[in-house]
């Protein structure tokens, strides 16, 4: 049994639209912080947000950040694009050469979208997003060709999603070789019960379908990624005494993740190289975080194992690193431990570890 699939999908389905298109008409309706966790956002993502209509920004459930760096001409595809909210964001991020394309299920936030395409083309300077309707779990149904997508984002949306498993081999057919899955959810540090899993408040509140980390993980290994990063994490205070009672010992956290579709090994192996940020994407002048473990310094070279050196080489972000060495030669799994990282240090170059 596949422990991504709860029972009874359609009715999961039913009751986040409902949730989601009739029960919540604005972020102040939400009975916790899971779905609006405060973040500090990059000065760029605040600038950007000051060109997001006020209705559409009044309508956000999200829980994260999900905008990486280095969008210039990409096409991004926004899983469960509710309002349009970080779509917009991403249409002035990627700019006019860019492509911005959200999907959602809910006819009620696809109107909102939609209300306010022309109000942000005029403000912008150029119109690059479509809102499609449809189901993240069947993005072939809504004209998502394969292997079409530089960037997948989804913002506190797929732990809605009744088939997770099929999401997940959705999201890696329509991504481009190299392409990048960059999303913020709620996940759990344990299975959630079944009855839980069915409860409509819970669901609506983005705890219900909590991805626990370790089947996310067996998730991603199914379809071909043995090293998704966490980016961040942030444990969530629910402020609800009711749902707090429902949820019971069940440890719930905001979490951003970034995969990659590329040939990765499921252990950090080392090659001898080593990466140099090269300080040149425009929003990330002075370092450039990969994920919770690897923050590079602008010109400080730091040791990697093979799968970062592939992250940041064979992607969109290839122009802002210079990577050196290559994977002839093989020196055994990459050693993480703290005297491996000083004497990394002593040489000159700082240690990462995955």
């Known amino acids: ?68 760096p280095a969008l210039e001409g990409a096409t991004v595809l926004d899983l469960g694009s509710g309002s349009g909210r970080d779509c917009y964001v991403l249409s002035k991020l990627v700019g006019p050469r860019g492509r911005v394309i959200g999907v959602d299920m809910t006819d009620e936030q696809l109107a909102v979208a939609r209300r306010h395409q022309a109000w942000h083309a005029e403000r912008l300077g150029h119109a690059n997003v479509e809102f499609r309707a449809g189901y993240i779990e ?32 959705e999201i890696f057919r329509v991504l481009k070789p190299g392409g990048e899955l960059y999303f913020s959810d709620v996940f ?39 090293d998704a990063r966490v980016v961040s994490s942030t444990p969530l205070e629910l402020h609800n ?37 090269l300080g040149t994407e425009p929003h990330h002048p002075h370092a450039f975080v990969l994920d919770d473990h690897h923050r590079l310094e602008t010109g400080r070279p730091m040791l990697v194992c093979g799968n970062t050196a592939d992250m940041l080489s064979r992607t ?29 240090r002593e040489a000159g170059a700082k240690a990462g570890c995955c």
Not at 35 to 56: G, N, Q
Not at 197 to 217: N, V
Not at 322 to 335: E, N
């Open 1 to 68: 049994m596949d422990d991504l699939i709860p029972a009874a999908p359609e009715a999961i389905t039913d009751s986040v639209k409902e949730y989601y298109g009739r029960v919540l008409q604005s972020s102040a309706d939400l009975k916790t912080s899971a779905c609006c966790l405060a973040e500090v956002l990059p000065a760029h993502v605040r600038e950007a947000l000051r060109d997001v209509h006020p209705e559409v920004l009044d309508r956000f459930y999200g829980c994260g950040s999900p905008i990486p």
């Open 138 to 169: 069947d993005l072939a149904a809504a004209g998502i060709a394969d292997a079409s997508i530089d960037l997948v984002i989804s913002n506190c949306v797929l732990n809605l999603s009744p088939d997770k498993a099929r999401c997940f081999a």
């Open 188 to 226: 759990s540090d344990r299975r959630v019960p079944t009855a839980l899993a069915r409860d409509p408040e819970l669901l609506g509140e983005c705890l219900g379908g909590a991805l626990y980390i370790e089947d996310f993980r067996r998730a991603m290994a199914r379809v071909g990624c043995l």
């Open 241 to 277: 005494a009711q749902i707090e009672h429902k949820a019971g010992h069940i440890g719930f956290s905001s979490v951003t993740v970034r995969a990659f579709k590329l040939d990765l090994e499921d252990r950090c192996e080392d090659f001898g190289q080593v990466a140099t940020y």
């Open 316 to 344: 969109r972000y290839a122009p802002h690193f210079r990577v050196t060495g290559d994977q002839s030669r093989h020196f055994g799994l990459f050693d993480c431990s703290p005297g491996a990282m000083s004497q990394t």
